[in-house]
């Protein structure tokens, strides 16, 4: 009870930043019955369908959504008989949930009041709750495993500033970390924070990272060359990609592309913002930079017309990212100029891109020093760096190429996560299986 208390007063407090996001984005106004009520017991029979039993899988947003469709699609073929639902919280985690597995097997996640997570609990009948990298919500954790439901988290991260934070509130936190049934951890650091944040060690193990598998990793798929002729692409331009971007990278990006232009007029530049809400402030970001933006969502394709240097593509859809970066040779990562962390680099690398992200990719720290160690990518602190990265894998193709090459081989060395945690999930269901019987 004192959790539903404190959530209370926490939603209290932050509700007039809910408020004016709803009104001014549209934000948080879905799926409010899913998320205060829990899942109807019309919905849980919906997902399950006819199937013996169910699986809930839980993916936060985007990102985590993306981790899922090859796992999922493995996970039916050896176990046919099992309904798989899948919940997420953002409105765009919600809407590429439902284009990868269907309307009908995704809901959204309920708040962590108890009334919203026994609703779910019981009208789902979960034979398992797999939680996608780490959510950590100790009502849903306790509810389910006093019903028999063990909850596992399939390619658990953990960051060391977040592991610290747990452990400053361990009276109240380790309790909820103990009641994990199994970890399947990244890498080893990670499973020692697990471990001291409160999972015993015997309940883990060290799985990699799925977003290795899920990286691409050839440029001639269908929806890469449908973007690339959308864009209008002639053969002697050279595209940059800045990718999953935060407040600021855009103008970092606009001012290197207007220095570049004017010596190497063969750059194109493509800008794909992170948020759905930033996407007409940085529409007039290109335009008082002296550019003309051409909104994917709304504007006809180019390859009538061509790609002059004075149009800037803006990728204000969702979803996109993926295949936009085997579009461009030339990759930078955003998030990582910032506060952020960085966002994922392993889809340019899987493609064979000329990879640069900024110095802070906290987030992803590992896997950024294995592509920097491995010469499969470029760090560079501020825009000067940039420009210079830049401007060098237009004069040096071969090494741009070589340095493609190397991200290549790192993401092809790392391939597995996806199996092993497979089979250790298909094993849980069985061993839940067995003790039943």
Same mark, same amino acid.
């Given at each position: 009870m004192?959790a539903n208390?404190?959530?209370?007063?926490?939603?209290?407090?932050?509700?007039?930043?809910?408020?004016?996001? $709803?009104?001014?984005?549209?934000?948080?106004k879905?799926?409010?019955?899913?998320?205060?009520?829990?899942?109807?017991?019309?919905?849980?029979?919906?997902?399950r369908?006819?199937k013996?039993?169910?699986?809930?899988?839980?993916?936060?947003?985007?990102?985590?959504?993306?981790?899922?469709?090859?796992? *999922?699609?493995?996970?039916k073929?050896?176990?046919?008989?099992?309904?798989?639902?899948?919940?997420?919280?953002?409105?765009?985690g919600?809407?590429?949930?439902?284009k990868?597995?269907?309307? &009908?097997?995704?809901?959204?996640?309920?708040? &962590?009041?108890t009334?919203?997570v026994?609703?779910?609990?019981?009208?789902?009948?979960?034979?398992?709750?797999?939680?996608?990298?780490?959510?950590?919500?100790?009502?849903?954790v306790?509810?389910?495993?006093?019903?028999?439901?063990?909850?596992?988290?399939?390619?658990g991260?953990l960051?060391?500033?977040?592991?610290?934070?747990?452990?400053?509130?361990?009276k109240?936190?380790?309790?909820?970390?103990?009641?994990?049934?199994w970890?399947?951890?990244?890498?080893?650091?990670?499973?020692?924070?697990?471990?001291?944040?409160?999972?015993?060690?015997?309940? $883990?193990?060290?799985?990699?990272?799925?977003?290795?598998?899920?990286?691409p990793?050839?440029?001639d798929?269908?929806?890469? $060359?449908?973007?690339?002729?959308?864009?209008?692409?002639?053969?002697?331009?050279?595209?940059?990609?800045?990718?999953?971007?935060?407040?600021?990278?855009?103008?970092?990006?606009?001012? *290197?592309?207007?220095r570049?232009?004017?010596?190497?007029?063969?750059?194109?530049?493509?800008?794909?913002?992170?948020?759905?809400?930033?996407?007409?402030?940085?529409?007039?970001?290109?335009?008082?930079?002296?550019?003309?933006?051409h909104?994917?969502?709304?504007?006809?394709?180019l390859?009538?017309?061509?790609?002059?240097?004075?149009?800037?593509?803006?990728?204000?859809?969702?979803?996109?990212?993926?295949?936009?970066?085997?579009?461009?040779?030339?990759?930078?990562?955003?998030?990582s100029?910032?506060?952020?962390?960085?966002?994922? $680099?392993?889809?340019?690398?899987?493609?064979?891109?000329?990879?640069?992200?900024?110095?802070?990719?906290?987030?992803?720290?590992?896997?950024? &020093?294995?592509?920097i160690a491995?010469?499969?990518?470029?760090r560079?602190?501020?825009?000067?760096?940039?420009?210079?990265?830049?401007?060098?894998?237009l004069?040096?193709?071969?090494?741009?190429?070589?340095?493609?090459?190397?991200?290549?081989t790192? *993401?092809?060395?790392?391939?597995?996560?996806?199996?092993?945690?497979?089979?250790a999930?298909?094993?849980?269901?069985?061993?839940?299986?067995?003790?039943?019987?």
């Amino acid at each position: 009870m004192f959790a539903n208390f404190l959530y209370a007063c926490l939603l209290t407090l932050v509700s007039p930043i809910i408020a004016y996001r $709803m009104i001014r984005f549209g934000r948080y106004k879905r799926g409010v019955g899913e998320k205060f009520l829990g899942l109807s017991c019309d919905r849980a029979n919906q997902i399950r369908g006819d199937k013996k039993g169910c699986l809930w899988i839980h993916a936060v947003s985007v990102g985590e959504v993306n981790l899922l469709p090859s796992l *999922v699609a493995k996970l039916k073929e050896r176990r046919p008989d099992l309904a798989v639902a899948i919940s997420t919280s953002t409105d765009t985690g919600y809407d590429l949930a439902v284009k990868s597995f269907g309307k &009908d097997n995704v809901f959204f996640f309920p708040l &962590d009041f108890t009334w919203a997570v026994s609703r779910t609990l019981a009208n789902l009948k979960p034979e398992q709750l797999i939680l996608t990298e780490l959510e950590l919500w100790p009502n849903l954790v306790r509810l389910a495993t006093d019903q028999g439901c063990p909850v596992r988290i399939i390619n658990g991260r953990l960051s060391e500033k977040s592991a610290a934070s747990y452990q400053r509130f361990a009276k109240f936190i380790r309790p909820t970390f103990a009641r994990f049934d199994w970890v399947g951890c990244q890498d080893e650091e990670i499973k020692q924070r697990f471990e001291e944040c409160g999972v015993p060690a015997n309940r $883990m193990s060290v799985t990699g990272s799925i977003k290795f598998d899920n990286a691409p990793h050839r440029r001639d798929t269908e929806t890469v $060359m449908r973007l690339s002729q959308w864009s209008g692409i002639d053969p002697w331009q050279r595209v940059w990609i800045m990718g999953s971007t935060q407040e600021g990278e855009e103008a970092i990006a606009l001012s *290197v592309y207007q220095r570049l232009t004017e010596q190497q007029p063969e750059l194109r530049l493509v800008i794909v913002p992170r948020h759905v809400e930033r996407f007409d402030a940085v529409a007039d970001l290109i335009k008082a930079k002296g550019f003309i933006p051409h909104r994917r969502s709304s504007d006809p394709s180019l390859h009538r017309q061509g790609w002059e240097a004075e149009r800037v593509i803006l990728v204000d859809t969702i979803g996109e990212l993926r295949d936009w970066w085997g579009v461009g040779p030339i990759a930078t990562v955003g998030g990582s100029f910032g506060s952020r962390g960085g966002q994922n $680099m392993l889809e340019p690398a899987g493609y064979g891109s000329a990879v640069s992200f900024g110095p802070n990719t906290k987030n992803f720290r590992v896997i950024a &020093d294995g592509l920097i160690a491995a010469g499969g990518a470029v760090r560079v602190a501020d825009e000067e760096e940039l420009h210079h990265f830049v401007r060098r894998c237009l004069n040096n193709i071969p090494a741009a190429d070589s340095l493609g090459r190397s991200a290549q081989t790192v *993401v092809e060395s790392h391939r597995g996560a996806t199996k092993r945690t497979l089979d250790a999930l298909v094993g849980k269901v069985a061993t839940i299986k067995n003790r039943a019987a």
